[in-house]
T-cell receptor, first 112, second 113 residues
């Protein structure tokens, strides 16, 4: 069974630019999560999808971050415009029955 | 709301020895799950072990086992016969059914040859 796929793996942008990350969950997993992990900290949830509906986006900075899950499968997370403090690893995870979450390799973002 | 605390920022162990990583948590939920994830320098989070709160028996996965003390809200990870490949950041996490993972701040484990 293929794992969670994410791209790109690395991204360097300047502040005020926009960036998008892509995630493909494990086949058959209905729930998809995006986490932000700042260096030296544990990951924190940005948004949770159940199929193509949003379950929890309470910690998503909606003035600059947006996310969608197309047809309940792939998901895209966008930042526009980026700030220096957005430098982090963005982790995508999926789960089948809302229990154990399996993570992708992450996208490392550096905002200069 | 859930909180997870890992009081050991760094730990070290000799190869082939045993080490225990500590974790305490707080939750108002009656149905929840506890996890240990490993994060090597590649930054991918890898599931090590999972415990359902309703189960009294401690979970075990090969060289990894937990000591789950529900009343004390304690969830420690024991790694036996430590190997060089076990070196990584270890995160304790909790989740109620269907919701986000809440992570601790992590423990950096070094394995000395």
């Amino acid at each position: 069974e293929a794992g969670v796929a994410q791209s790109p793996r690395y991204k360097i942008i300047e502040k005020r630019q926009s960036v998008a990350f892509w995630c493909n969950p494990i086949s058959g997993h209905a729930t998809l999560y995006w986490y932000q992990q700042i260096l030296g900290q544990g990951p924190k949830l940005l948004i949770q999808f159940q199929n193509n509906g949003v379950v929890d986006d309470s910690q998503l900075p909606k003035d600059r971050f947006s996310a969608e899950r197309l047809k309940g499968v792939d998901s895209t997370l966008k930042i526009q415009p980026a700030k220096l403090e957005d430098s982090a690893v963005y982790l995508c995870a999926s789960s089948r029955h809302q229990e154990t979450q399996y993570f992708g390799p992450g996208t490392r973002l550096l905002v200069l | 709301a859930q909180t997870v605390t890992q009081s050991q920022p760094e730990m070290s162990v000799q190869e082939a020895e045993t080490v225990t990583l500590s974790c305490t948590y707080d939750t108002s939920e009656s149905d929840y799950y506890l996890f240990w994830y490993k994060q090597p320098p590649s930054r991918q989070m890898i599931l090590v072990i999972r415990q359902e709160a309703y189960k009294q028996q401690n979970a075990t996965e090969n060289r990894f086992s937990v000591n789950f003390q529900k009343a004390a809200k304690s969830f420690s990870l024991k790694i036996s016969d430590s190997q060089l490949g076990d070196a990584a950041m270890y995160f304790c996490a909790s989740a109620s059914s269907g919701s986000r993972l809440t992570f601790g701040e992590g423990t950096q484990l070094t394995v000395n040859p």
